[in-house]
């Protein structure tokens, strides 16, 4: 069966080939066995050059041919030193980037598949071909054996043949976009992003996949990107330009990210145009003071020094990385949407200088019908005109679009690069009607927007809820950032005066730093048994403590609590932890406990809409706490009216911000007691 069989041209195809030729690959071709070993951009040169349509089938096999022949295998590299040991000459397809050495006034090239780093390379190879000077290039070299010229680099890289384009004409690929309409220009990026186009029919799904294109064609943006495993969160970026540099895990450092010091060579934020760190939970980055901080300036300023030595790079950051699911929706377990990350990330400082956040889970899981079999653009063609885009800016036209007041110069400076960049991919003529103008703008305050709420969740006193979007729109509807009143939880501890069932806050902490607030459900139930009290449910030690030591406070005064001497000697208290995703420690619950076990013990239902936070001494004294904006922020949210609080972190009040003042009456008490008259009074 022919590829064009399985694989027939659509209309779009059909017409996309006619009117841009040489600039377009049948995608179908490149997915070839003999030509995987190559990177996409490679292959689709190729192909683009050497296969036409009525003689591809043996046009492809003596590309395939040329290929087995001169690209060695990694354990064929000592067979090829053997060859040009004894032959003196050695021609390989391969990957050469050049550097230069001023101090030895030399030009040394990488060669991989002699594993040599010393490659002399004479001038004119670098002035034909500055791309070797740019990240590398693949290509076919021609290696010489010459020890009598430098007996400690006896190699010479005598020719060099590019597989990849030379620069593009730019004022030809604006002119282009006139051919086609707004559908089948997107539809005709993504197939040459690698996408095939009919596996994303929604416009929405089509934006998220443009926007994770932005970092390419735009200066110094960054973006975050969460979501399920196997969406292909690094499939375009990776495939789409030698530019890219992917950091998978692992450990950085100063050194490779920024300058070495040591030999005074900069390190990948000044040499590439996009750093993409995925399996960011997994990475570590050495000196983290010293890295993140650096890291924190380069995000704000695109500039960076080591040392003496300071640089300017308009490299842009992409941080992508796993985030469990419930539905389309993240895990409802996370307190914010930045825990997945390295806890040194989560730090509102470094976060308000994330431009945009993609949302990853909606984007559906990358299968065989997801890869592009159309036309679209020869990959490395596509790839530097991207890059080469960054030369022009319609931050202007995103300006112009009025924007709810009371953004800070973060939030306008992240709307308008990702709006400009998206208007750079889907619009690169500048041609775009009002009412386009308005969604590529709005969809740029929507990534921004959930920067913003996660800010909100890391720091509630500094960070205040705020709608980011053009003026004429009034509310988001991605899932995630729906207003909060649609979201609330809505349960019967609002509603209903119940037994045993009371309303406890924690605070989610990573170490020292606290990551945000949450309820927890605490049903308590008087059984018939030894009298004594057991705790189920996920806990940490010192939580079961703080159990016990409420349990001895209500045995040493429960005639005080209306508690029969008969039904506290014949009961055995159980105590159980239902709304509680992750174990969570410390005696903060302590006075949501001594609630519960006195209202089982006593018979008395807990008012409704009540919750509790404070730690209680074995005398009844009710003590200070800690995290109470995050607690209260999460009281609000679960549709509680009322919180009890220590009398002494009654000043927090004023402190809050005002929508979450304003949802709850908050109570100080000084003692248990107190407590207890308002939970049952």
Known sequence: MSVFDEHPLTELDKKTHEALGEKVVIKSLTQQSALQRLPRYVSEYLIAKYVK??????????????????????????????????????????????????????????VPALGDNKVRVPATITEQNPGLLLGGLWGTAKVRYAPESHADAPNELIAFTPFQVGPPDLDA???????????????????????????????????LLFARMVPLVERNVN???????????????????????????????????????????VGILGTRKVVVFDEIAHTTFGDDSETISTLKDFMESGQFSRGSLGFASDASLVFTGNIDV?????????????????????????????????????????????????????????GEVLVRMREDSFADRIRGVSVHPGMTRRDQTAIERIGS??????????????????????????????????????????????????????????????????????????????????????????????????????????????????????HGSALSDSVRAVYNLVRANFRSFDISEQRLKSQTVAVHLVKIAEAKDGPSAGLAFAVGIVSALANKPVK??????????????????????????????AGRKHVVIPAANADIIKHLPPEVRAALEIHPVSTAREAFDLAFG
């Open 326 to 382: 419930d539905g389309e929706l993240p895990h409802p377990r996370y307190a914010n949407l930045l825990e997945p990350l390295p806890k040194e990330l989560i730090d509102s400082a470094f976060q308000d200088r994330m431009h945009g956040y993609i949302p990853g889970w909606e984007v559906p899981k990358i299968s065989p019908s997801s890869i592009a079999t159309g036309v679209g653009f020869v990959t490395d063609y596509f």
């Open 53 to 110: 349509a009525e003689t591809w089938k043996a046009d492809l096999a003596n590309i395939q041919a040329k290929i087995r022949e001169l690209l060695p295998d990694l354990d064929q590299r000592e067979l090829v030193k053997e060859k040009l040991l004894s032959k003196g000459e050695v021609t390989l397809i391969d990957i050469i980037e050049a550097r230069i050495d001023l101090r030895g006034g030399q030009r040394w090239a990488r």
């Open 608 to 637: 409704p809409g009540f919750a509790f936070s404070g730690e209680v001494a074995l005398h009844g004294e009710v003590g200070p706490v800690g995290g109470l904006q995050h607690k209260l922020a999460a009281a609000a949210r």
């Open 223 to 265: 973006i975050m990107e969460l979501g399920p495993r196997q969406t292909g969160k690094t499939f375009l970026l990776r495939n789409l330009s030698p530019r890219v540099f992917t950091v998978s895990g692992g450990k950085t450092s100063p050194a490779n990210l920024f300058v070495n010091l040591a030999t005074k060579q």
């Open 173 to 207: 690929f604006r002119k282009s976009r006139a051919n086609f309409t707004t559908d089948e220009w997107m539809a005709l990026v993504l197939q040459s992003a690698g996408y095939a186009a009919s596996a994303f029919p929604e416009r929405r799904t089509r934006m």
């Open 421 to 538: 960049g998206l208007m750079k991919l889907i619009y690169p003529d500048g041609n775009i009607s009002e009412e386009e103008l308005l969604e590529v703008t709005m969809f740029a305050c929507e990534l921004r927007q959930r920067v913003h709420q996660q800010l909100c969740a890391l720091a509630p006193g500094e960070f205040k809820p705020r709608l980011i979007a053009p003026a004429s729109v009034l509310v988001h509807t991605a899932r995630d950032l729906l207003p909060k009143t649609t979201t609330i939880v809505i349960d019967r501890l609002n509603t209903e005066a119940v037994v045993g069932a009371v309303t406890g806050l924690v605070v989610l902490t990573d170490g020292e730093k606290e990551l945000g607030g949450d309820v927890i459900l605490i049903q308590v139930s008087a059984l018939n048994g030894p009298a004594r009290v057991e705790v189920t449910g996920l």
